[in-house]
């Protein structure tokens, strides 16, 4: 791994522990409308990046850290 690459670890939450998600790359969520929505880490600059299908995607600011994403058909 390069100096600028940066290493990123995807989790998940049961109940209230958090439990690592090993060696991904992208991770999504399916809809099952045809809908869905990838999320994925870049190591190389340490950006993230959130890819949707299916409709068009609407953020709704609702505090300085939070957001709440909408897929709409």
Not at 46 to 70: H, K, T
Request: charged share 30%; aromatic share 6%; glycine share 10%.
């Amino acid at each position: 791994m390069s100096e600028k690459m940066k290493r990123g670890t995807y989790f998940q939450w049961q109940g209230v522990e958090r439990i690592p998600l090993p060696d991904q790359e992208t991770v999504g969520i399916d809809l099952g409308d045809g809908r869905y929505a990838e999320l994925h880490y870049r190591r190389s600059d340490g950006e993230i990046s959130l890819d949707i299908s299916g409709g068009l995607l609407s953020v709704m600011p609702m505090a300085a850290n939070c957001a709440r994403i909408r897929i709409e058909k």
